[in-house]
């Protein structure tokens, strides 16, 4: 079965961290570009954080950098997103999404744009949940 799988979520006081991992069973995420997103209640899906395929570059929604940090593990097939001085504002579900569209540095400064809301997204994982306390 080809799925991707979120895990990792969990309730974590103001400060805290959280390890997000996505999983993909079925086909090599090493192929596609993975985005990280999250749905807070009652809001619009936001704040996109991309990796390229084969490279790796990294690239993050401006409100996202500084405590997030996304990277691959080949060996296990995942993609992890490190979540450090979480604050309740982040309280959300996150979810990733695999495509492979074109690498973001192809997109240049509209990467942002096209992944969060143009891009053909081929896989969504279901989503786990973080709750931040404060």
């Known amino acids: 079965e080809v799925r991707l799988v979120e895990s990792g979520g969990g309730l974590v006081q103001a400060g805290g961290s959280l390890r997000l991992s996505c999983a993909a069973s079925?086909?090599?995420?090493?192929?596609?570009?993975i985005g990280w997103f999250r749905q807070a209640p009652g809001k619009e899906r936001e704040g996109v954080i991309c990796i390229s395929k084969s490279d790796g570059n990294t690239y993050y929604a401006d409100s996202l950098k500084g405590r997030f940090t996304i990277s691959r593990d080949n060996a296990k097939n995942t993609v992890d997103l490190q979540m450090n001085s979480l604050k309740p504002e982040d309280t959300a579900v996150y979810y990733c999404?695999?495509?492979?569209?074109?690498?973001?540095?192809?997109?240049?400064?509209?990467?942002?744009?096209?992944?969060?809301?143009?891009?053909?997204?081929?896989?969504w994982g279901q989503g786990t949940r973080v709750t931040v306390s404060s």
């Open positions: 999404a695999a495509t492979r569209d074109l690498n973001p540095s192809d997109y240049g400064t509209n990467w942002y744009a096209h992944y969060q809301a143009g891009a053909p997204y081929e896989y």
């Open positions: 079925g086909f090599s995420l090493d192929d596609y570009v």
